[in-house]
């Protein structure tokens, strides 16, 4: 059953294609979109323009201003038909009406129409006007002008439009190319998001993103442990060969102090973790990062409540937990500019509100920058310098781990303090 189960369960490759594959579908959508809008803007205020041109150009003309104050109405109808079809056609518009002071139509598409009144805004101060409105040929997009007599006072008027079904028409038109370049990016992201399935399973094989997570924290864990267990050999070295040779020269008494005061050491942090049946793996991180922070001359306290509940962790994950936090605060803390005696890192574990436990880790580093915040979880950003290896992956971890355990965290400043706040373990576990 497990093993179906699992098998159900995408790799984080397959994760990582359908999150880009939906992304780009996503973009092209909104390209698609964003190009359509785009076209039917650019018709319309095409259309615009255009009528505006014709309808300002025709009212100048000396043959319209003629023929809208002529006293011979058919003979002006009849002088004005094929100069306006022949400008309308030209120009690819649906309709050039010339009319009269009063908006009677000299001209229309339609010569049913002619002798009728012009349907739309004639505006009352003399101006020019584009609007929509719906006449005979339905709604359109139109410009009327006013013509004007040689003492410029209004004796007509000219209106061009393109009706509204001629500019959907254009859009259409447009719409295999609009398609053509929404499919270009679409197929352009496809093969970006193969590309990096590709490159994901070649790194994560076929783990789905939590074995990918686990095998990231089980690094980070052998990392943390190995450089513990790296100082605590190398201080246990010194102190072996530093005893010998008190022995040679027959100082017994200072050779046996000491030794006496590293296993004091060890053996109050392992009493601690003892007390409340703590993870024996985290003990044994504690006296690394002890001999560590001995190294780093910096003051290194651990405080351990009896009373704590062990977090619902297994031990690679608290490993990474603790030791990535631990690790931060050492490295701030050795940042600091003051004597050795100000230097000092301090673990606390202890009882939480609601059965939880709460593992607090301060230091006497210069602190979080204010720009970040937050942010110091977020993968790839640190306040460490930029060209050390792995910077910006330690907190990021932390912070999926925790969240994945169904616990919380957080940091603040003066001094510089990350708690974490984690379920406890099942009685169960914690006999074990």
């Given at each position: 059953?497990?093993?179906?189960?699992?098998?159900?369960?995408?790799s984080?490759?397959?994760?990582?294609?359908?999150?880009?594959?939906?992304?780009?579908?996503?973009?092209?959508?909104?390209?698609?979109?964003?190009?359509?809008?785009?076209?039917?803007?650019?018709?319309?205020?095409?259309?615009?323009?255009?009528?505006?041109?014709?309808?300002?150009?025709?009212?100048?003309?000396?043959?319209?201003?003629?023929?809208?104050?002529?006293?011979?109405?058919?003979?002006?109808?009849?002088?004005?038909?094929?100069?306006?079809?022949?400008?309308?056609?030209?120009?690819?518009l649906?309709?050039?009406?010339?009319?009269?002071?009063?908006?009677?139509?000299?001209?229309?598409?339609?010569?049913a129409?002619?002798?009728?009144?012009?349907?739309?805004?004639?505006?009352?101060?003399?101006?020019?006007?584009?609007?929509?409105?719906?006449g005979?040929?339905?709604p359109?997009?139109?410009?009327?002008?006013?013509?004007?007599?040689?003492?410029?006072?209004?004796?007509?008027?000219?209106s061009?439009?393109?009706?509204?079904?001629?500019?959907?028409?254009?859009?259409?038109?447009?719409?295999?190319?609009?398609?053509?370049?929404?499919?270009a990016?679409?197929?352009?992201?496809?093969?970006?998001?193969?590309?990096?399935?590709?490159?994901?399973r070649?790194?994560?094989?076929?783990?789905?993103?939590?074995d990918?997570?686990?095998?990231?924290?089980?690094?980070?864990?052998?990392?943390?442990?190995?450089?513990a267990?790296?100082?605590?050999?190398?201080?246990?070295?010194?102190?072996?060969?530093?005893?010998?040779?008190?022995?040679?020269?027959?100082?017994?008494?200072?050779?046996?102090?000491?030794?006496?005061d590293?296993?004091?050491?060890?053996?109050?942090?392992?009493?601690?973790?003892?007390?409340?049946?703590?993870?024996?793996?985290?003990?044994?991180?504690?006296?690394?990062?002890?001999s560590?922070?001995?190294?780093?001359?910096?003051?290194?306290?651990?405080?351990?409540?009896?009373?704590?509940?062990?977090?619902?962790?297994?031990?690679v994950?608290?490993?990474?937990?603790?030791?990535?936090?631990?690790?931060?605060?050492?490295?701030?803390?050795?940042?600091?500019?003051?004597?050795?005696?100000?230097?000092?890192?301090?673990?606390?574990?202890?009882?939480?509100?609601?059965?939880e436990?709460?593992i607090?880790?301060?230091?006497?580093?210069?602190?979080?920058?204010?720009?970040?915040?937050?942010?110091?979880f977020?993968?790839g950003?640190?306040?460490?310098?930029?060209?050390?290896?792995?910077?910006?992956?330690?907190?990021?971890?932390?912070?999926?781990?925790?969240?994945?355990?169904?616990?919380?965290?957080?940091?603040?400043?003066?001094?510089?303090?990350?708690?974490?706040?984690?379920?406890?373990?099942?009685a169960?576990?914690?006999?074990?």
């Amino acid at each position: 059953m497990a093993t179906t189960r699992r098998a159900r369960v995408r790799s984080a490759a397959s994760r990582v294609f359908a999150l880009l594959i939906g992304s780009v579908l996503l973009i092209g959508a909104a390209i698609g979109v964003f190009l359509t809008w785009e076209a039917q803007t650019s018709a319309r205020q095409e259309a615009e323009h255009v009528t505006a041109a014709i309808a300002h150009a025709l009212s100048a003309a000396p043959l319209v201003r003629s023929a809208v104050t002529a006293s011979d109405r058919p003979a002006a109808e009849a002088s004005l038909r094929a100069y306006v079809e022949s400008a309308r056609t030209g120009a690819g518009l649906d309709f050039i009406t010339v009319m009269d002071r009063d908006g009677v139509r000299l001209t229309h598409p339609d010569p049913a129409q002619v002798g009728g009144h012009y349907l739309g805004t004639i505006p009352a101060d003399g101006r020019t006007l584009t609007e929509q409105y719906t006449g005979t040929l339905g709604p359109s997009v139109r410009t009327i002008s006013p013509v004007h007599d040689a003492g410029g006072a209004v004796v007509g008027w000219v209106s061009a439009g393109v009706t509204v079904e001629s500019l959907a028409g254009a859009l259409l038109r447009r719409l295999p190319v609009i398609v053509l370049l929404t499919l270009a990016v679409v197929a352009l992201g496809a093969v970006g998001a193969v590309l990096a399935r590709l490159a994901t399973r070649r790194i994560t094989g076929d783990l789905n993103a939590r074995d990918v997570r686990d095998a990231v924290a089980g690094f980070e864990s052998v990392r943390t442990l190995g450089e513990a267990l790296r100082a605590q050999t190398h201080e246990h070295g010194n102190r072996l060969h530093t005893a010998l040779a008190l022995l040679e020269l027959d100082r017994k008494d200072e050779a046996i102090a000491l030794l006496s005061d590293s296993s004091v050491q060890s053996q109050s942090v392992i009493d601690q973790m003892t007390l409340r049946d703590g993870d024996p793996t985290v003990a044994a991180l504690l006296l690394g990062k002890a001999s560590q922070a001995k190294e780093r001359r910096v003051h290194w306290q651990v405080v351990v409540d009896p009373t704590a509940p062990r977090a619902d962790l297994d031990p690679v994950d608290a490993v990474a937990v603790v030791g990535n936090l631990i690790d931060n605060a050492l490295d701030a803390a050795g940042q600091d500019a003051t004597d050795d005696a100000g230097r000092w890192v301090r673990v606390e574990i202890a009882p939480a509100e609601g059965g939880e436990v709460a593992i607090t880790v301060s230091d006497s580093g210069p602190g979080i920058p204010a720009d970040l915040g937050d942010r110091v979880f977020e993968h790839g950003v640190s306040t460490k310098p930029s060209d050390r290896a792995g910077r910006g992956v330690g907190l990021a971890l932390v912070r999926d781990v925790v969240q994945a355990a169904g616990g919380s965290i957080t940091v603040t400043n003066d001094p510089t303090t990350f708690r974490v706040t984690l379920p406890a373990a099942p009685a169960k576990a914690r006999r074990r």
